[in-house]
């Protein structure tokens, strides 16, 4: 390497673990933003920080113990409080990328950003589907318990604490619904194909792709009529999608599941959606399971840390 030429780390590898904590302990903005921090010179990223071990690549043994928590030590720490203890953080990061890579990749993508054919979301930006559980800030602050309670009881999983199960994407064609949608539904058909077209069009509008400007008149019509396509119920008038439910918010590509071309869009409609993910509660051990929401809560902050490989 030339003398003086940067380094090139990325960015997230030169958090200290004091700012990885911080973004851990809380995914409210304002705390993100106050504790990024400031671009390091190649020369920091080696040294120690005040009060901290650098999260390296590597984890050697001898830095267990002192600098990392052992697996063991976070069976017994309330998950939302491993963020507050630096020495803990690194533990949980080192050993959740462990757990992530071999139980989740597999869906979500080694990188975490998610795998369209197992219509797994991307884990790394900001956006949930399925909602928070802080009670002060009436569930908008994410919290790292936020994830675990998705991999612990999975999405549809079967588990009766699930994620997903109170509302799904039904289908709208008589001939494709379930048992629990056949309860909720029978076989009322409350949208011919020709106004399915039509939602589809106002999908497509919603999500700025081209469109059909008087089918998606129509078609907001029906989106908005609790007797026809019902779908603000679930998807929010504005469609920004409902987080206690986990339905897709239909204003942004990027996040549909299923596709967002026309096609795919028609397709969700009639056949509806029912996207499963396993329960981890039973597979994982209860450091496990901690550590890896540990691990991916703090990959979705805005400028992740981290995680060495142990
Ligand atoms: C009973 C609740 C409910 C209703 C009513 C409902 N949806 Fe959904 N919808 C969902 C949920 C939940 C999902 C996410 C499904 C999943 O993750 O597998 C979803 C997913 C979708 C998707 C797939 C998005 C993706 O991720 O690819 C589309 C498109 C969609 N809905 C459109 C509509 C339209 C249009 C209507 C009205 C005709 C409607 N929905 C009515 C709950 C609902
Ligand atoms: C078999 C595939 C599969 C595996 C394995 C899997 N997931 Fe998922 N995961 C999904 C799917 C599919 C969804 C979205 C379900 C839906 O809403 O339709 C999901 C959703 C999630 C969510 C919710 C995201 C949000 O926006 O709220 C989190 C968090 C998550 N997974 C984490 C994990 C972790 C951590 C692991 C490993 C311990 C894991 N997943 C393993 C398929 C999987």
Redesign the pocket.
């Known amino acids: 390497m030339i003398r003086g030429e940067p380094l090139k780390v990325p960015v997230y590898r030169r958090i200290a673990p004091a700012a990885a904590a911080l973004l851990i302990a809380s995914c409210n903005p304002a705390q993100v933003t106050q504790s990024s921090a400031p671009p390091a010179q190649a020369s920091d990223v080696r040294q120690t920080p005040a009060g901290g071990h650098p999260i390296g690549d590597k984890v050697s043994d001898d830095e267990y113990g002192e600098f990392l928590s052992r697996p063991e030590e976070l069976a017994s720490v309330p998950i939302n409080d491993i963020g507050k203890s630096i020495r803990l953080s690194a533990g949980a990061l080192a050993l959740g990328r462990v757990?992530?890579q071999k139980?989740?990749a597999?869906?979500?993508g080694e990188d975490l950003k998610g795998r369209k054919e197992?219509?797994?979301?991307d884990?790394t930006d900001d956006?949930?589907?399925?909602s928070g559980d802080d009670l002060a800030s009436g569930g908008v602050n994410k919290l790292p318990s936020d994830?675990e309670w998705?991999?612990r009881y999975g999405?549809?999983s079967g588990n009766p604490n699930a994620?997903?199960v109170e509302a799904d994407m039904l289908a709208f064609d008589p001939q494709y619904r379930n048992q629990h949608d056949l309860e909720d539904y029978g076989r009322v058909k409350t949208v011919t194909s020709a106004e399915i077209d039509d939602l589809a069009e106002y999908v497509l509008q919603l999500t700025g792709q081209q469109s059909n400007p008087a089918k998606a008149a129509r078609g907001k019509a029906l989106f908005l009529d609790n007797a026809k396509g019902n779908c603000f119920d679930c998807h929010e008038e504005d469609a920004t999608g409902n987080p206690a439910l986990?339905s897709t918010n239909l204003t942004r590509k990027d996040l549909f599941?299923y596709g967002s071309d026309k096609a795919s869009i028609v397709e969700s409609m009639t056949k509806g959606?029912?996207?499963?993910?396993?329960a981890?509660g039973d597979k994982?051990k209860p450091e496990e399971l901690k550590a890896?929401?540990v691990y991916?809560f703090s990959q979705a902050a805005p400028e992740a840390p981290a995680a060495p490989n142990p």
């Open positions: 757990v992530y139980n989740c597999v869906c979500h197992a219509h797994a979301p884990l956006e949930w589907r399925f994830v998705t991999v999405v549809r994620r997903g986990g599941l959606r029912r996207g499963v993910m396993p981890f994982l890896v929401s991916v």
